[in-house]
């Protein structure tokens, strides 16, 4: 049943393998490697790939992989007993050549694994015959409480007559508007420290009938006293506030006026585009630069603080403060880390990680975690914080360098056009953000040609050519050889998109040019018909990059429309190697200070790497992801 049994060690190193097939399995198990356990997505404990389901489980003691893949149509319940098994039999055979690190032994492990596979399934067999039974009337929790309810003693019956005339005479004195006195509330108050003392809960475990009408009582009090206290304050008439001005949080006073006066700039009668500012210009040549790239220094510096001044010690209300004491030479357990992971959790979250992606990167921690054997002065907040830490590291390192102009050069070499093909929701930012990449594109002399495949929304096309006008004051064409380097390639609204955009590829190539930007119309992810408009102009054009354009803003969002967006691509073009996304350009992040968990959520659903980040609103404010950076933001 099973084609494929392996264990190897996370340095690559394979200690024994079973292999009933002939068929080759190192694509898959490498995809595993490659797209789960590098990648910190070990909270499942599942992998597919193509027709194969692998299960497989971490040793983070001796640090070895087991796994197990078989055909994902059969549905085999006793894969999880048997790796637990064959995990804990291969731990007590081989306990001290592991220990030892003898990896080149020679493990003679057949017998074991057939028999542990024998008793596995077996087991699975056993539990299939025995039908499910019910629970009969008697054990359940209803049974018990209703016999619960019928035993009853004498000293009950005295104390709930008791507390029954107590509680009755109160609210018949208070219906009547009549004040109860003090010895009322004194035996009220006296009764249930009587009678409750010793039996204030019946054999179940409930509060018993009498100490609930106490506290009924109690709370009546409680709210007739907090009445009499808003009576009196409202008899005290409270000072009239005179009239004050508003501040706004982020406002300016009239000194800023000048700089945000803008009707200095506006169209001279001569001329149709307005004057540039020509101080940009010389600014973006060669690669984007990281954002916040003095954070690095800031960090180097934070750590030789620590270093230095050991003596001082942090303030208890640190996040990590209440689990210091969780220290000592021993093999981590699931338990032990449950506060931590708990708290990173909600740490995560507040700082705007999707809640699934937060909750799939802890379980992920804990799996990593689970068995490995702590030093004497390693604390578990201490070292699940730096796991924690990595994965992300690890999480928004991309898999693959996005290297625009490389590629542009390689395409210009061809005789053919870069093509790039900006996608998202409505009001994200596309059409800026591709105005920045186009500033960017021709400060390293590449002639841009701009799509307006946005054929829905009104103003489109005029913000894009204003974009080309304003490009094209900053960069004359007298210094490029008489050569427009931004052109405008539209039709007009209401056409087809994917013509405009084929259109548009066949004029750049036929003048030369150097890289088409596509912009397409916003959409939501659960617009059917407009998300199959859009796979049509990704298959009818294959475009060499598929970029999404998302807010740093969102949170849980950021996760449905990532997912809908691949998904959709992938239904849509009916094609067996679907053109999915690409990489991303997350927008807005000037706005969101250290709640960067946008970034995460993003990368971590579809495994592509942000590609630009957008921190303005000039052409200029363009940079690249900066791994440490934001997650030192994250982790803070």
């Known amino acids: 049943m099973l084609d494929l049994f392996t264990i190897f060690s996370k340095g690559g190193i394979v200690l024994w393998c079973f292999q009933s097939t002939s068929q080759i399995f190192a694509p898959s198990v490498n995809a595993l490697i ?26 983070n003691e001796f640090e070895l992989v087991f796994v ?8 085999l319940s006793y894969v999880d007993k048997f790796l637990n098994d064959i995990h804990l039999e291969f731990r007590d055979r081989f306990k001290n050549e592991l220990e030892n690190s003898k990896w080149f032994y020679n493990f003679e492990f057949q017998n074991n694994y057939e028999q542990v596979l024998a008793m596995a399934e077996q087991w699975a067999r056993t539990q299939a015959k025995i039908p499910k039974q019910m629970r009969t009337f008697d054990e359940s929790q209803k049974s018990k409480k209703t016999v619960a309810s019928m035993i009853e003693r004498k000293d009950d019956k005295d104390n709930k007559k008791q507390v029954w005339k107590w509680g009755s005479s109160l609210l018949g004195k208070r219906k009547k508007g009549v004040n109860t006195n003090k010895d009322d509330q004194m035996k009220i108050q006296e009764a249930p420290k009587q009678d409750l003392s010793h039996n204030q809960t019946n054999h179940n475990g409930e509060i018993n009938e009498e100490v609930l009408i106490a506290n009924r009582m109690k709370l009546a009090q409680k709210m007739n006293n907090q009445k009499k206290k808003v009576d009196k304050q409202k008899g005290q008439k409270p000072e009239k506030a005179g009239k004050k001005p508003r501040v706004w949080e982020l406002g300016g006073t009239i000194k800023d006026l000048a700089a945000l006066e803008r009707t200095k700039d506006k169209p001279e009668e001569s001329g149709d585009y307005v004057a540039a500012d020509k101080t940009l210009v010389g600014q973006m040549k060669g690669g984007i630069r990281d954002i916040v790239v003095e954070s690095d220094s800031e960090d180097e510096s934070d750590e030789e603080m620590e270093n230095s001044k050991p003596q001082v010690q942090k303030k208890t209300n640190s996040m990590f403060s209440m689990f210091k004491s969780l220290v000592g030479n021993k093999s981590l357990k699931r338990e032990d880390m449950a506060p931590v992971l708990e708290k ?32 004497t002065f390693d604390s578990v907040a201490n070292t699940v914080k730096a796991t924690l830490t990595d994965a992300l590291v690890q999480i928004l390192s991309p898999k693959r360098r996005v290297d625009i102009l490389r590629d542009a050069m390689e395409a210009k070499k061809n005789s053919r056009p ?51 006008r304003h490009l094209n004051a900053l960069h004359p064409s007298e210094k490029h050889g008489n050569q427009t380097m931004v052109q405008l390639y539209e039709k007009g609204y209401g056409k087809d998109a994917a013509g405009i955009a084929m259109e548009a590829i066949r004029f750049a190539k036929d003048s030369k040019i150097d890289v088409v930007l596509v912009d397409t119309a916003g959409r939501m992810q659960d617009n059917e018909p407009l998300m199959r408009a859009l796979t049509k102009l990704i298959k ?27 998904q959709a691509l992938a239904d849509h073009s009916q094609s067996n190697n679907p053109h999915i996304i690409d990489g991303i350009v997350l927008t807005k992040f000037d706005t969101i200070d250290d709640k960067v968990g946008a970034a995460i959520s993003m990368t971590y659903i579809t495994g592509q790497p942000i590609v630009f980040i957008g921190t303005g609103q000039t052409y200029t404010d363009l940079k690249s992801l900066n791994a440490k950076v934001v997650v030192h933001a994250l982790m803070k």
């Open 68 to 75: 197990v893949a078989y055909q994902k149509i059969l549905q």
């Open 34 to 59: 490659r797209s789960v356990i590098l990648q910190e997505r070990t909270g499942n404990h599942t992998f597919e790939y193509d027709s194969l389901r692998l299960q497989y489980k971490l040793d």
């Open 418 to 468: 870069y093509v790039m093909t900006f996608c998202g929701v409505n009001g994200v930012g596309k059409s800026t953000n591709l105005a920045k990449i186009c500033f960017w594109l021709i400060e390293n002399n590449f002639r841009v040609l701009i799509a307006a495949c946005d054929t829905f929304r009104a103003g489109a096309v005029e913000q894009l050519r204003t974009h080309m």
């Open 344 to 375: 990173l959790k909600d740490h995560l979250i507040s700082k705007n990680v999707a809640a699934e992606i937060a909750q799939k990167l802890c379980d992920s921690v804990g799996v990593k975690l689970e068995g490995k054997v702590l030093g």
């Open 540 to 566: 009818v054009n294959e475009p060499d990059l598929v970029l999404f354009v998302g807010e740093a803003l969102v949170g849980n969002e950021a996760v449905d429309q990532l997912v809908k967006f691949n």
